[in-house]
């Protein structure tokens, strides 16, 4: 048997309100940046917002909240060179 969820009765007191106030929570459009933001933060694992809040994150988990620049660091190959 399927029933409603709660949150989701929570919407209204008839079926119309309901699917009225349901449909209206997603209005609103997502602007594309903050998509590309998320999903790249997701891709990577990472965590995504504030400075203060990546700080949080870091500290409470000892885990680094923001990825690295991928690849070698720029002048790698002269050192070794020159060597």
Same mark, same amino acid.
């Given at each position: 048997?399927?029933?409603?969820? @709660? ?11 309901r @699917? ?6 997603? #209005?609103? @459009?997502?602007?594309p940046?903050?998509?590309? &933001? ?6 990577? &694992?990472v965590?995504?917002? !504030? +400075?203060?809040?990546m &700080?949080?994150i ?7 909240a923001? !990825?690295? #620049? *991928? ?5 790698? &190959?002269? *050192?070794?060179?020159? +060597?």
């Amino acid at each position: 048997m399927v029933t409603p969820h @709660q949150r989701y009765l929570e919407l209204g007191k008839t079926l119309e309100e309901r @699917q009225s106030n349901y449909r209206a929570l997603f #209005k609103a @459009q997502v602007a594309p940046k903050v998509v590309l &933001g998320i999903v790249e933060a997701t891709n990577k &694992g990472v965590a995504l917002g !504030s +400075d203060k809040f990546m &700080g949080e994150i870091e500290a409470l988990t000892g885990v680094r909240a923001v !990825s690295k #620049k *991928r690849g070698r660091k720029l002048g790698w &190959g002269k *050192r070794i060179a020159e +060597d």
